[in-house]
């Protein structure tokens, strides 16, 4: 019988775990379901400061086949997902959210289509009921980002996946510390399979992304895939380059032409500033990608292992 791993990465979800355990239950124990696939359900706590752990291992006490991963402190969404990966032992995993904006009941149609022979199936996601600002900056975010990077990715496609164990073993095979997983999962490849679903609100706690980290993870996801800010430099350069020769050109022929004139404050403020700040957004883009460099040259792992109820090879937990 295959074995099906649920992988709920959390973060202070003390207030929806209940339910999202409940909702799982439901559907893993669903006579289609059951009767094909074993299953294993990990969750791994990101750090939290409430009493997320704690139920977890309430959980894994009255059900074996609840898994718990404890982080010794917030290492982020990318990191959790990655640890659910690396323990699980399915044929099959499927990465939901704990506060139900991931329908549990797509699970199923999932699973038909994972049998039908996709190695992806994804759950896309429409934005009805999110504000008319945030939906139309992420259609802008995404027609810009798609110009730049060298992978697709679409608006609505996000972490609620199935993957199969090829596609498993193929992303645990990327070793970078900065990871990107929206683009990683576009740049295995492998057939796909995209079911669409109506945007849920959160039964409980509130969003853990403000606007300064979605924003810094626009970022992430724009210097992840490719090197054309680089590119965009030099071309940038060699513009204003040629526009200071043309005007360096005209300059000099005026004062042959009708002597030399007092300098204008207006065109001497606005070259400096103009420069200035093109000077300075260009330090701030190659910082990011040295940064990048800094950070995947030490090597250090992408999370830390408090506590867990999974022993894998070699390991040793409490």
């Known amino acids: 019988m295959k074995t099906l791993s649920l992988i709920i990465p959390c973060y202070n979800e003390s207030s929806s775990l209940q339910e999202i355990y409940h909702e799982l239950s439901n559907v893993l124990n669903d006579d289609t379901l059951s009767t094909l696939y074993n299953y294993e ?174 924003l810094n993870y626009a970022i992430d996801g724009l210097i992840s895939f490719n090197s054309k800010p680089l590119r965009l430099l030099i071309h940038l350069g060699v513009i204003i380059t040629v526009l200071n020769v043309i005007y360096i050109g005209i300059t000099f022929i005026r004062i042959l032409l009708f002597g030399i004139e007092t300098p204008g404050y207006f065109t001497l403020i606005a070259a400096i500033l103009l420069l200035g700040g093109i000077q300075l957004i260009s330090i701030g883009v190659i910082g990011e990608y040295v940064g990048r460099i800094f950070y995947e040259v030490k090597r250090r792992p992408k999370y830390v292992v408090s506590q867990s109820n999974i022993i894998s090879k070699g390991e040793q937990l409490d």
């Open 41 to 214: 359900i990990i969750f791994v706590n990101d750090g939290s400061v409430d009493d997320t752990l704690e139920k977890i291992k309430a959980f894994s006490i009255k059900d074996e086949t609840v898994k718990y991963i404890s982080f010794s402190r917030n290492f982020g969404k990318e990191s959790a997902m990655l640890a659910g990966l690396h323990h699980s032992v399915g044929n099959v995993a499927i990465i939901i959210d704990a506060d139900l904006q991931h329908p549990p009941r797509l699970i199923l149609d999932m699973i038909k289509y994972y049998e039908d022979g996709y190695d992806q199936v994804i759950a896309k996601r429409c934005r009805t009921g999110e504000s008319f600002t945030r939906k139309h900056l992420t259609k802008f975010y995404y027609r810009i980002i798609n110009k730049l990077v060298d992978v697709e990715l679409v608006d609505g496609m996000g972490d609620f996946r199935l993957l199969s164990r090829k596609a498993i073993n193929s992303l645990l095979a990327l070793p970078e510390y900065n990871r990107f997983s929206k683009g990683l999962f576009s740049w295995i490849g492998y057939d796909k399979k995209i079911i669409e679903y109506e945007n849920q609100e959160r039964v409980a706690g509130e969003s853990k992304w403000s606007l300064p980290s979605l």
